[in-house]
């Protein structure tokens, strides 16, 4: 048996959805606990005054829980990533809607 520890700054490429797991059963309840720590991170987020780690999260959430990625139209994608109006997405410059857009692979 082997156990592989992330450190912080590359957990994101350790997915556990993609891990080995010696009972396959506790695939699905990693997955389960993986999927609503994220959900709580991004109701966290979501109202930091910088939403760029917000965008982040969101945008790579369907990869980094293994889900089928979401299409959007213009104006859900507004929305959901937290852009008040498309003119005010042009202007963003911490986490651009072309970023999101690109890892969502919504585009």
């Not at 912080?8 to 010696?22: I, K, M, T």
């Amino acid at each position: 048996d082997t156990v592989d520890f992330a450190r912080p700054a590359n957990w994101v490429d350790c997915l556990p959805h993609e891990g080995e797991f010696s009972v396959p059963e506790d695939r699905a309840v990693v997955n389960g606990i993986f999927e609503q720590a994220l959900s709580h991170q991004l109701l966290w987020l979501e109202h930091e005054p910088d939403k760029s780690l917000y965008r982040y999260f969101l945008a790579r959430r369907e990869s980094l829980i293994g889900a089928p990625r979401v299409r959007r139209s213009l104006l859900n994608f507004l929305e959901e990533f937290g852009y008040k109006s498309l003119k005010h997405a042009r202007q963003s410059t911490a986490f651009s809607p072309v970023a999101a857009a690109a890892l969502s692979a919504d585009g």
